[in-house]
T-cell receptor, first 113, second 113 residues
């Protein structure tokens, strides 16, 4: 399995502020996909954003954006204008040519009112 | 609603008992997966299937068996449950070679006492 590393077990952010979650991965493949999933207390896995490795442009979905650095094998998630509903566990995930999804250990995001 | 349905949602087993977790999807997805989620370890792949009648081992297959007799169903079996199998189990499906991620079920919380 590919190795996906999330080095921040927990992050805290003030409401309306910005927080950045880190993710690095290890691969020898050139074509792959990267994802960020959100898991609220309901346990449901919700796709936040995806990035195709062959695209240089960083993906953006409303208040969520990524900084994809292919050479550095880095894929960070930025949450802007944080809201109370953003509080959750966030997982970085990698999908290679074998179509299997490998996950990082997760980062718990707390939003302070 | 279209999606992935897991049953049961909660279960308590005694050590040595057996059980089967059922995953059903109605999206005509070819690939299906079983993951387990443990604190601090993210989601780890147990077994997966690339089509009806096929199964393959993932990252942590020991103690589990699977079957995919019908395209829409993917069963995960525990023949002799152990406390180390206490976890939250997720089923997911995907349509390769789509890079649009995966659809997850809502999870099954299993406790082995």
């Amino acid at each position: 399995a590919q190795t996906v590393t999330q080095s921040q077990p927990e992050m805290s952010v003030q409401e309306a502020e910005t927080v950045t979650l880190s993710c690095t991965y290890d691969t020898s493949e050139s074509d792959y996909y990267l994802f960020w999933y959100k898991q609220p207390p309901s346990r449901q896995m919700i796709l936040v954003i995806r990035q195709e490795a062959y695209k240089q442009q960083n993906a953006t979905e409303n208040r969520f954006s990524v900084n994809f650095q292919k050479a550095a094998k880095s894929f960070s998630l930025k949450i802007s204008d944080s809201q109370l509903g953003d509080a959750a566990m966030y997982f970085c995930a990698y999908r290679g040519n074998d179509y299997k999804l490998s996950f990082g250990a997760g980062t718990t995001v707390t939003v302070r009112a | 609603n279209a999606g992935v349905t897991q049953t049961p949602k909660f279960r308590v087993l005694k050590t040595g008992q057996s059980m089967t977790l059922l995953c059903a999807q109605d999206m005509n997805h070819e690939y299906m997966y079983w993951y387990r989620q443990d604190p601090g370890m993210g989601l780890r792949l147990i077994h997966y299937s690339v089509g009806e009648g096929t199964t393959a081992k993932g990252e942590v297959p020991d103690g589990y068996n699977v079957s995919r007799l019908k395209k829409q169903n993917f069963l995960l079996g525990l023949e002799s449950a152990a406390p180390s199998q206490t976890s939250v189990y997720f089923c997911a499906s995907s349509y390769p070679p789509s890079g649009y991620g995966y659809t997850f079920g809502s999870g099954t919380r299993l406790t082995v006492v």
